[in-house]
């Protein structure tokens, strides 16, 4: 256990060094889209935070993310589900983000879920533990002294095989605006 903590205690202060800022954002969205071979919607709100951001590059960073979501189908059961993640994430930008009034990205993030049921309008995933998987398009903006950020985000839920069934859950289109910090 102490060998784990010294561990811990070096990998914080060797990236603490390449961390850019404290910058955090929140950010709400709301979206949906037609489940993937179903004929129903899947639809909802996605709350998101960036908690801390690594800078890797000059145009590309890590970012340690929660989600929470809220999401309903338009069938006859099974009609909501809500979403708990932690996520690692990149972002990758078009061209370096310092000092730029308008900042291109690209994302992607993959991590740990939990899915408050199992069932999910006609989809059943094997156990509550289950993955998020988001790949994203968007920018940040800056106006006054202010920076926002847009997206439009592609959401999967699956669990990765380690259960059975493994159906995943898609909700194609989520637009969300965020406020960065």
């Given at each position: ?99 730029q009034i308008l900042r291109p990205y690209l994302l992607l ?52 095989g380690l259960a059975s069934p493994n159906k995943g859950i ?12």
């Open positions: 256990m102490w060998n784990f903590l010294k561990l811990l205690c070096f990998s914080l202060i060797l990236f603490s060094g390449t961390a850019l800022a404290w910058k955090h954002s929140v950010s709400l969205g709301y979206g949906g889209s037609n489940e993937v071979g179903y004929d129903y919607q899947n639809y909802g709100w996605f709350l998101n935070a960036k908690f801390y951001r690594f800078k890797i590059d000059k145009t590309l960073f890590f970012t340690i993310d929660g989600s929470l979501g809220y999401w309903n189908a338009t069938t006859d059961y099974n009609t909501d589900l809500t979403t708990v993640a932690l996520s690692g994430a990149f972002r990758a930008y078009f061209f370096p983000p310092k000092d993030s993959f991590g740990p879920n939990y899915l408050s049921h199992k069932r999910f309008g006609e989809v059943e995933q094997g156990a509550h533990f289950s993955f998020q998987s988001a790949l994203g398009v968007g920018s940040e903006f800056k106006i006054k002294k202010h920076d926002f950020d847009f997206n439009l985000r592609l959401l999967h839920y699956c669990n990765a898609d909700i194609f289109f989520v637009f969300s605006l965020g406020y960065l910090f």
